[in-house]
Each structure stands twice: as structure tokens, then as C-alpha cells.
T-cell receptor, first 115, second 114 residues
């Protein structure tokens, strides 16, 4: 079975540009979460989406947005890129079964470099 | 709010020696606990998790972790490490009422030397 997939693998942008990152969850998983991992640090929670609705948001500016599609895939958008947005962006999917513990499974990430 | 502290940023150890990676958390509510491993230039892989029940949980590759509620710890141990265990290890916590948001520690780099 395919795991979580993310595209592109690497991306180089300049300050002020916009970027879109894509994520396909494990088959059957309905929840997608996004994390930012700056070099040398642990991942930081950005968003969680379930059934196309935002279920949680971390402490990130409004330049960060996301959406989930009917097939449960997701996009993360970042506007007006700053040098500090350079990071590995991780997508995680989970079943999100109500009343049951959930476990998140991560994709390989998209490495974003802002010059 | 929850927080996770990994007490060691780097742990060097010789092959076949035992190792312990320390993790402490703070939370005022019930939580689930996780250890993830990250190999160079890869995403995170789930190593093991504590949801409920037995406080000692094990992974398929010889790691184990023990949930200690009184000490709010979830230390990771392995009795004999291999070169292939060299990686970054992250401890994470989520509220049991909202498992969609993981709070991660800063990570511990395990360096296994021959």
C-alpha cells in the first residue's frame, strides 16, 4: 500500500513569491495535517483538515493557508514568502475515527528553500 | 498547553551498547505519547506509541518506552544499538481529545559509532 505522498520533493523560491505544496493521504485516511520543520528543530503544527474543514490551526500567520479536496488530498499555500519560511514541510494523514485514538503517518516532506 | 522536552540534543554511543533517550512532557489533560524516527533527508516514521493500557510499549526493531505518569516521562530505550539506528528521534504528545495536533520535542540525534 502506498504511504503518504508529497510533491514536489524540493522547491526553490525567492522572497515575495507564492508556493503550493501537495499531499495525498494513505488510502482510507480522511484527516490531513501539515507541519513545518525548520533545520535542527522538531516539527511545528500548522493545520489539520478533516472532511474538507479546518479542524485546528497552529501559531502561523495568515500567509499560510490550506484546503482539502473531496478525495482527501490537500494543498498548503504560502504567500509572500520570507527567508524564514525555508523548511521541510511535512504532511501527515490519519483515520480520524471519532472516539478512538488516532495515529498520524508522515510523508517524506517537501524541502522549500527561499532565497 | 502541552510541551515536550527532550533532555539531550545528541547522544553518542558505541555499537552494541545500551541507550536511553529521555523525554519529559507537561500537560494538564490526558495525553497520548509517541516516538518518531527521522533518517537523513526523510520524513518521520512512527517508532512506537502509548495510548492506554500497559505502560511499557515496544517496537518491532528492539526499542521500548515506558510511560511514567508520576514523572511525566516517556523515555526511549534499546539494550543494544546498531549502526543503522543512527538517526534523529522525536518525542511527541497529543491531547487524547484532539489527536490531530502533535506537539514535538526538539529531537535527539543518536550517533552510533563502530
Amino acid at each position: 500500500d502506498a504511504g503518504v505522498t508529497q510533491s514536489p520533493t524540493h522547491l526553490i523560491k525567492t522572497r515575495g513569491q507564492h508556493v503550493t505544496l501537495r499531499c495525498s493521504p494513505i488510502s482510507g485516511h480522511k484527516s490531513v495535517s501539515w507541519y513545518q520543520q525548520v533545520l535542527g528543530q522538531g516539527p511545528q503544527f500548522i493545520f489539520q483538515y478533516y472532511e474538507k474543514e479546518e479542524r485546528g490551526r497552529g501559531n502561523f500567520p495568515d500567509r499560510f493557508s490550506a484546503r482539502q479536496f473531496p478525495n482527501y488530498s490537500s494543498e498548503l499555500n504560502v504567500n509572500a514568502l520570507l527567508l524564514g519560511d525555508s523548511a521541510l514541510y511535512l504532511c501527515a494523514s490519519s483515520l480520524f475515527t471519532s472516539g478512538s485514538p488516532d495515529t498520524q503517518y508522515f510523508g517524506p516532506g517537501t524541502r522549500l528553500t527561499v532565497l | 498547553a502541552q510541551s515536550v522536552t527532550q533532555l539531550d540534543s545528541q547522544v553518542p554511543v558505541f555499537e552494541e551498547a545500551p541507550v536511553e533517550l529521555r523525554c519529559n512532557y507537561s500537560s494538564s489533560v490526558s495525553v497520548y505519547l509517541f516516538w518518531y524516527v527521522q533518517y537523513p533527508n526523510q520524513g518521520l516514521q512512527l517508532l512506537l506509541k502509548y495510548l492506554s493500557g500497559s505502560t511499557l510499549v515496544e517496537s518491532i526493531n528492539g526499542f521500548e518506552a515506558e510511560f511514567n505518569k508520576s514523572q511525566t516521562s516517556f523515555h526511549l530505550r534499546k539494550p543494544s544499538v546498531h549502526i543503522s539506528d543512527t538517526a534523529e528521534y522525536f518525542c511527541a504528545v497529543s491531547k487524547s481529545s484532539n489527536t490531530g495536533k502533535l506537539i514535538f520535542g526538539q529531537g535527539t540525534t543518536l550517533q552510533v559509532k563502530p
